[in-house]
């Protein structure tokens, strides 16, 4: 295996000469990226993964709340559901075989009223029918018993839900990867692409730009996917969808954290509430909202702590005034538009699009950390039956 610099302005017929067989690319070297790399590593094929800048994990990987899902919320049958309960199993497998730091520290879902004690009937009988067998009532006693700050009518308590370092995570699927002859193109962007009878030839960039043609390419960018997938000449674009950006700002806690689990309330439009956030530092955080925006923009709005502290205060009534800190941002890359239902993961291979050989990732939200080495299966699976 060799990378080939082509000139800063080559020819067509050197572009022709030029083109550098290999086996499999994945584009993007997210936490989903990344698991399907280490899994096709794994399975003998070689890869390389393409990434735009100049380290893996600096997009989405970067800017959730790093929880490990338990599959409680997602509609039955779908991928979500059904690769969150799957990843999970193989996360926390891994991160045991792996020292990968997390904590399944579990998650409090909160009631504060007799409405939302019904919503919590809903999501008990929802988690049971999507396999999730360990959730248990707990009464306003025992939820004070567990987190004193707390004043809630009626709890769910969900023991399998935890939360990860995913840089460390990343780091992991990368070692795995490189041990098994895959490497990393980083400060590589994609600016062409052209399915081809002999494979699928990607145009790159960077300070070493190349030509490449692939019999595997996996789109697994994020929220530049649906754009790198529109410069794929030989995909029909009816089967790109629209990419609408939901930005979820977080506030920090200073100070001595006032739990020890993950807080919920029950679930709202395009979102799962503002929640109460751990990393493993004990660093609280709040978060996140839903904020739709027409592009990238990760700073916080300051005034936008107004309703996290109406929402923060049904379920912790005695969170003092001014002490919220604007934290970070992370944008999710939602394939519905404001006020639609929820669409679930797109996982879209040959099957679908009639491409040989690609495999596009649209979609790829929470619970994607959770899913990510399930996801890998997933596009395995795919990849076989092409």
């Known amino acids: 295996m060799f990378f080939l610099v082509l000139p800063a302005d080559p ?45 893996p994990g600096t997009g989405i990987s970067a800017r959730n709340s ?3 899902h338990a599959g409680i919320y997602y509609p039955t049958g779908s991928l979500k559901a059904q690769l969150c309960l799957r990843g999970k199993e193989l996360l926390y497998g891994f991160c045991r075989d792996h020292a990968v730091p997390h904590r399944q520290c579990g998650k409090l879902i909160v009631a504060t009223s007799t409405a939302e004690e019904t919503a919590l009937e809903k999501i008990l009988k929802l988690a049971c029918t999507n396999g999730v067998d ?6 306003p006693k025992e939820v004070t018993e567990r987190e004193p700050a707390l004043v809630v009518t009626k709890a769910l ?26 490497m990393i193109a ?10 081809t009878d002999s494979g699928i030839v990607l145009e790159t960039g960077g300070d070493s730009p190349m030509v490449l043609s692939a019999k595997t390419v996996i789109n697994a960018a994020g929220l530049g996917a649906m754009a790198l997938a529109q410069k794929l000449e030989g995909l029909p674009e ?8 939901a930005k979820g700002n977080y506030f920090s806690l200073p100070g001595k954290p006032p739990f020890q689990h993950l807080i919920y309330p029950v679930p709202e439009q395009a979102g799962l509430g503002v929640h109460v956030t751990l990393d493993l530092e004990g660093q609280v ?55 639609e239902a929820a669409v679930d993961f797109v996982i879209q291979g040959p099957a679908t699009h009639k491409v040989p050989g690609l ?11 959770t899913s990510a080495m399930a996801i890998a299966e997933d596009v395995l699976i795919q990849l076989d039956r092409d």
């Open 11 to 55: 020819s067509t017929s050197e572009l022709m000469t030029a083109v550098e067989q290999v086996d499999a690319i994945v584009i993007g070297a997210g936490v989903v990226g990344m698991a399907c790399a280490r899994a096709l590593a794994l399975a003998g094929r070689e890869v390389i993964v393409i990434e735009k800048e100049s380290q």
């Open 66 to 68: 790093g929880v490990i």
């Open 134 to 139: 360990d959730l248990c009532y707990l009464s």
């Open 157 to 182: 308590l969900s023991p399998s839900t935890g939360i990860i370092d995913v840089h460390s995570l990343i780091l992991a699927f990368q070692g795995d990867l490189e041990n098994h002859g895959g």
């Open 186 to 195: 980083f400060n590589t962007p994609v600016l062409s692409g052209q399915a």
């Open 238 to 245: 009816q089967f790109v969808p629209e990419l609408y950006y």
């Open 285 to 339: 955080r709040f978060g996140p909202d839903v904020e739709w925006v027409k592009e990238l923009d990760y700073p916080v709005n300051p005034s936008r702590s107004a309703p996290f502290y109406a929402a923060i205060r049904r379920y912790w009534p005695d969170l003092p005034d001014d002490v919220l800190v604007p934290d970070y941002s992370g944008i999710r890359p939602k394939l519905q538009a404001p006020g």
């Open 359 to 369: 495999i596009n990732l649209f979609g790829i939200e929470s619970p994607g950390l």
